[in-house]
């Protein structure tokens, strides 16, 4: 049974730029959420997708948007890349939107 | 807002040594709490979980975790450490406001086992 997978694992850009990060849930699973982890932090809760809907959003800006398709699988969307966005994003799945979340290797990125 | 406080940030400890990581969350209700564990080069790793019932809860490879409500703490023990277990321990936690189950971590602790 295949985990959490996300990609790409490692991301360049420029200040500026847009970025799409992909991830696929585990098997069974309806809800996925996105969370950003900056050096040295614990990880932080963008959103929540589920029934193909953002359901809950954290502390961050206009620029993260998301997307869930009908097989469960997401994206993470992010305009406008600031040096400040280089981190570690990190896709979690739950079986539904009350169970423990599972997360995947995570893909990061850094802007320059 | 609800907040999960790590108040170790860095703990190094020899081999056979005792470990207890401090975890203190702010949620008022019912809360469900979580310790993730991050190996070198590895994706988070789900330790352990308390959502209801007994207050220990064990976990993987020997970890275990006491919800103690009238602190507010949700501390990691282990009795005795080996060197496989150096990673960075995160304490995590939901209330399930907003309709969904959004964690909220901690700053993570970096456990330092030596030989």
């Known amino acids: 049974d295949a985990g959490v997978t996300q990609s790409p694992t490692h991301l360049i850009k420029t200040r500026g730029q847009q970025v799409t990060l992909r991830c696929s849930p585990k098997?069974?699973?309806?809800?996925v959420s996105w969370y950003q982890q900056a050096l040295g932090q614990g990880p932080q809760f963008i959103f929540q997708?589920?029934?193909?809907?953002?359901?809950q959003r954290g502390n961050f800006p206009d620029r993260f948007s998301g997307h869930q398709f009908p097989n469960y699988s997401s994206e993470l969307n992010v305009n406008a890349l600031l040096l400040g966005d280089s981190a570690l994003y990190l896709c979690?799945?739950?079986?539904?939107?009350?169970?423990?979340?599972?997360f995947g290797p995570g893909t990061r990125l850094l802007v320059l | 807002a609800q907040s999960v406080s790590q108040h170790n940030h860095h703990v190094i400890l020899s081999e056979a040594a005792s470990l207890e990581l401090g975890c203190n969350y702010s949620y008022g209700g019912t809360v469900n709490l979580f310790w993730y564990v991050q190996y070198p080069g590895q994706h988070l790793q789900l330790l352990l979980k308390?959502?209801?019932?007994?207050?220990l809860v064990k976990g993987i490879k020997g970890f275990e975790a006491e919800f103690i409500k009238s602190k507010f703490s949700f501390n990691l023990r282990k009795p005795s450490v080996q060197w496989s277990v150096t990673a960075e321990y995160f304490c995590?936690?939901?209330?399930?406001?907003?309709?969904?189950?959004?964690?909220?971590f901690g700053t993570g602790t970096q456990l330092k086992v030596e030989l």
């Open positions: 308390y959502f209801s019932g007994d207050p």
């Open positions: 997708y589920y029934e193909e809907e953002e359901r």
């Open positions: 995590a936690g939901t209330d399930f406001t907003g309709g969904g189950n959004k964690l909220t």
């Open positions: 098997s069974g699973h309806d809800t």
């Open positions: 979690a799945s739950s079986l539904n939107r009350w169970e423990t979340q599972y």
